[in-house]
């Protein structure tokens, strides 16, 4: 009795799953603060826009909501507190996890923000692994903070790093977040 052997075509596995990247929307009307953190973000492989108002922003998740929006408060126009409250109300956008982030000290702007609806709240300056750490957090991916801030001494000192000139001086240290108030 002879075995005849059975052979499979397989298509071949790159070792790499595809999937698609998280989407986040930054508002924040610095400039810079928009930049270094749009910067990580997609260095941590997330799709990232922007928006420097809260109308803009409303506007943005109307039309297609992110997986999270990282909201700054101090706005013009419309401050985050404003914006967070709205999209809370509205069915369409309620489940948007909110990462809101300020220059306001004290606990008052905290407590008003988790009232108004936000998952997470940071205090600027804060460094980027609690940052990165929020993030992995809010949009259900605990591997992010670990492989970004890995990678973080290469990406501080590149040329595509201008914004925080002091992070080359000690690219191993968390990168602090700063805003020009």
Do not use: H, W
């Amino acid at each position: 009795m002879a075995v005849v052997g059975l052979v499979l075509a397989l298509p071949e596995f790159s070792g790499k799953i595809s999937f698609m990247a998280p989407r986040i929307l930054i508002v924040d009307d610095d400039p810079d603060m928009v930049e270094l953190l749009r910067l990580v973000l997609t260095e941590a492989s997330f799709s990232v826009s922007t928006a420097t108002t809260g109308k803009e922003a409303l506007r943005k998740v109307q039309r297609s909501p992110p997986d999270l929006m990282v909201l700054d408060l101090l706005l013009p126009g419309m401050n985050g507190f404003s914006v967070c409250e709205q999209l809370r109300r509205n069915p369409a956008t309620a489940s948007v996890p909110i990462l809101m982030i300020t220059v306001l000290p004290g606990e008052f702007p905290r407590l008003v923000g988790v009232e108004a609806g936000a998952n997470a709240y940071l205090n600027k300056p804060f460094r980027m692994e609690e940052f990165l750490s929020c993030v992995s957090d809010l949009v259900g991916r605990p591997d992010v903070a670990s492989e970004v801030l890995a990678g973080l001494p290469d990406l501080a000192a590149s040329e595509a790093f201008p914004i925080l000139p002091e992070t080359q001086a000690a690219p191993e240290t968390f990168l602090r977040l700063g805003s020009q108030a």
